[in-house]
């Protein structure tokens, strides 16, 4: 960097003067292609900068609201004399990606990571919202470690259903179940499915976008308040607005950065937190992604430890009863931490410029049957995300236990073994399928290579005939995800995967599977002599894909402990470019 702006308040050099205070070729290039566009060069020379990276797409219904928040954003960005530059990035519908929109999240985050990196921005505000976007955008921000602020687009207005409350995903499980079982009405269905999802936003349960929304407040990296507020809530573009006027301030100061504010103390406080809000099993993955762009120690086992003392705090679907409004009107993520703030470093620092200190204490509910205290807690310290080991995952996996049937967290039973998705849905409404309430459903080939893009079928529909017959829960064992609005007692995220040989690829029908929730233990009672013999003829499947992302991302994508990342992206590269050869 060989030069500097000395606007307002400017405190540290700003990196956007290596391209627009220029005095050759170079500058008056850049200059004069936005005085096209009706960007002063002066203000360039005095900058700061900002980017504002968003994820809006009508291809992402979630996101298509984000384009108002930008608005905003540059409102506030201008307020403080700051240059605001606006840039799409790529967006991934969850409703339309195939096969997964867990295969796109890495491409994205490389997407964001290099319009960071290679263009004159001096900080970023990241405008996303749905399950994938989210952590995409940090993912390719922390790489950079420009000076950044988050902002989601909010959560729906809640659903409303004949008189009732419904909500996005977990609803939508339930009555798609009564309809196989003849409970609900084809009209029934239809009705719901327009009176479901009813605004702007994401998911409105505490589904994988809402969890990290809240998680991401949690550590700092957004503005207090930002994580529960609906996307129709006015007060959203408000917060907007304070962004862009920080985000200049931030430019100025030369941070905080995320490496500043995403430390360990950070993601230890985004894993209690978890445990609190009955967050998705998505966010582990997330959350170990992130932390391996910013070189963070961070394994699966933290997600053991960390939460230990932390009970069951917001009773919100699919492991309560109340919807993401609720929440917002009841206090939101900060009357969470307000709660929380004796199990929590108050000194993790902010994007304000504190700590997280400094927002707790002020908020307190203001309704606790959607929040509840430390004294009159939902479920206790250990009913959250819970981490298992054993012979069938050596390198762990996941249960919700709080969206699981208690009577279903000690068991044994036979497996019943699916080597794809496709040929379980085609047998699962047989009234002769060898099953029974015990049997342990085992689908396999569903991992971060073997599907590829480890898509959320891990919480398998039950067989019609148990419905019929009363059954609502049956132990379910998968090296894929489910969606943090899912319910029910299934084990994710096995690992090693099936597709890399681990010991999902050796079960057969009829092995016992043990799964004992409270000790942390997923067993399969087979000896090892045995287990040796089937390995000795096993063959690992070919790669679907021989070109493109596909094809890099197989070669590439790591295991479900390690955060399903690239291998070539974990670290970060920083945000230095050189000059341009003319």
Known sequence: MTSQQTGPGTTAPLRSSAWFTDEGKNGFIARSHLAAVGVEGARLRRGPVVGICTSWSELTPCNKHLGGLA???????????GVALEFPTMSIGEPFARPSSMLFRNLMAMDVEESLRSNPLDAVVLLGGCDKTVPAQLMGAASVDLPAILLTGGPMLSGRWRGDTVGSGTDVWRAVEAYRTGQLARNDLDELEGCLNRSIGHCMTMGTASTMACLTEAMGIQLPGSAALPAADGRRAQLATSVGRRIVEMARNGGPRPSEVLTRSAFLNAIRVNAAIGGSTNAVLHLLAIAGRLGVPLELDDFARAPADVPLLVDLEPSGRFLMEDFAYAG???AVLTELRGLLD?????????????RCGVHRTEDPEVIRSLADQIQPAGCGTVVLRGTLAPDGALIKVSAASPQLLHHVGPALVFDRLED????????DLPVTEDTVLVMRNAGPKGYPGMPEVANLPL?????????????????????????????LHVAPEAAVGGPLALVRDGDPVKLDATAGILDLMVSDAELER?????????????RGWLRLYIDHVLQADRGVDLDVLVGGSGHEVPRRPF
């Open 463 to 491: 067989p019609r005939r148990l419905l019929q017959e009363g059954t609502t829960d049956m132990v379910r064992v998968c090296d894929g995800r489910m969606s943090g609005t899912a319910f029910g007692t299934v084990v």
């Open 534 to 546: 089937r390995r000795a003829s096993w063959r690992a499947p070919p790669p679907i894909a021989d």
């Open 71 to 81: 608005a905003a954003v540059r409102s506030g960005v201008e307020q403080a004399d």
């Open 424 to 431: 379980y849905l085609d047998v699962v409404d047989d009234p």
């Open 332 to 334: 939101g993520l900060p």
């Open 346 to 358: 108050l000194d993790a620092r902010t994007v304000e410029g504190g700590r997280l200190a400094d």
